[in-house]
Structures are given as structure tokens and as C-alpha cells.
């Protein structure tokens, strides 16, 4: 669900809320739905982009560590066949 940011043009409280498809909020301070709406979707994009982010880094980490085990696991069966 979409949160917005609205501002009272009543009396200029500025608020966020979550509205459902075509719900008008009312102010919380004045109950006033002179509202002006200041952006939407903007900070739940944000938050999706940045996790987005975090998972791609995550899942980087986890290929490193793949290649590093790879390379231990080589480095063991080539050392057990020199010294064996
Ligand atoms: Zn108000």
C-alpha cells in the first residue's frame, strides 16, 4: 500500500499517510481535507531500491565465499597429492 505525503493547506500540518486506492485522508490535526499531496511512491521505492542493493551485495558476498572454498578445496587435494 502506497503512503503519501500530504500537507495541510488548512493549517499547514504536514503528514505522512497510507491511503487506500481513492481514500481521501482528512488531517489529523484540524480534520481538514484541504490536503495537498506532496509525492507518492517516492519513499517505498527508495526502501525496495535500497534492499535491492543489499541482496544484490549479499548474494555477491556469497560468490566470493563459493570461489574462496573452491580455491581451499583445491589447494587441499593438491597438497594431499604432493604429499602423499
Ligand atoms: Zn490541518
Redo the contacts with the bound molecule.
Sequence with gaps: MPIYEYK?L??N?QFEKIVKLNETPN?P????AELEKQFSMAGVSTSRTRKNSFNKARSKAGEIKKEKDHAQAVYESNYIKDHS
Design positions: 495541510c488548512a493549517c500540518n488531517c490535526s484540524c480534520d481538514s
